[in-house]
């Protein structure tokens, strides 16, 4: 999944309106943020095999960041760092669900190379990377919602709050159709070429942290 956790994402602020979009897109995505730094650090591993799934060829060891106890490990982490931010209890209810909903969404559409645990040899994975337009349908359908529920729940302070969020979501679906329809990586590439690009996902943080500037609840 990728636009499918950022759906989520945008959704949270309809539920914890005090919840900034920055710690939403943290929480929701927290997994890949994670992901291509360990890789790069050599702790985790990806390569390309074209007979993992139809939507992706990458093929992911990543005990570390991907496995669902790691997964509750954050999100607990998660739920005590809101706390301690000083927001309520819902916010941190709802990182805590985001951290989560990442593991799920992935075990939703990944080959089963979930993990349970970083050791040991369970792995996990409904595979609905195998359908691609159900992939595209599904994902593109959650994100739209995700969008939506958004928009209505917060309001632009001024040009930039309107510009900041479409353009980001304009973006979005830019990278979702380069991502499911561009050039896939080839057998060979080494880990740190596939790793380093994904690096940029933290752009998205950054991005939300200028929506949050220039949009608000909009009960307030
Ligand atoms: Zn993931």
């Not at 890789?39 to 990458?58: G, I, K």
């Not at 632009?156 to 561009?182: E, H, N, R």
């Not at 990586?185 to 500037?213: H, K, M, S």
């Amino acid at each position: 999944m990728f636009i499918g956790h950022f759906a989520l994402g945008f959704a949270a602020p309809r539920f914890a309106p005090q919840l900034p979009l920055t710690a939403s897109f943290l929480a929701c995505q927290f997994l890949d943020l994670i992901w291509p730094v360990l890789v790069l650090a050599r702790l985790e591993h990806v390569s390309v095999d074209p007979h993992v799934t139809a939507f992706t060829p990458l093929a992911f060891e990543y005990p570390w960041s991907h496995s669902l106890l790691a997964t509750a490990l954050y999100a607990a982490l998660g739920f005590v760092a809101v706390r301690a931010l000083g927001l309520g209890t819902r916010s941190a209810t709802v990182v805590l669900v985001l951290v989560l909903s990442h593991w799920l969404l992935d075990f939703l559409s990944h080959a089963p190379d979930l993990p349970l645990a970083p050791w040991g040899s369970t792995k996990l994975g409904l595979g609905l990377w195998n359908a691609p337009w159900l992939t595209l349908v599904t994902e593109v359908s959650l994100f739209a919602l995700g969008v939506g529920w958004y928009a209505r729940a917060t309001t632009a302070i001024d040009k930039q709050g309107i510009w900041a969020l479409w353009g980001l979501v304009a973006f979005f679906l830019l990278m979702y159709a380069v991502s499911a329809f561009g050039p896939k990586p080839e057998v060979g590439t080494p880990a740190a070429a596939i790793a380093g690009p994904a690096l940029a996902t933290w752009l998205f943080v950054a991005w939300a942290y200028w929506i949050d500037r220039h949009r608000q609840p909009r009960a307030m």
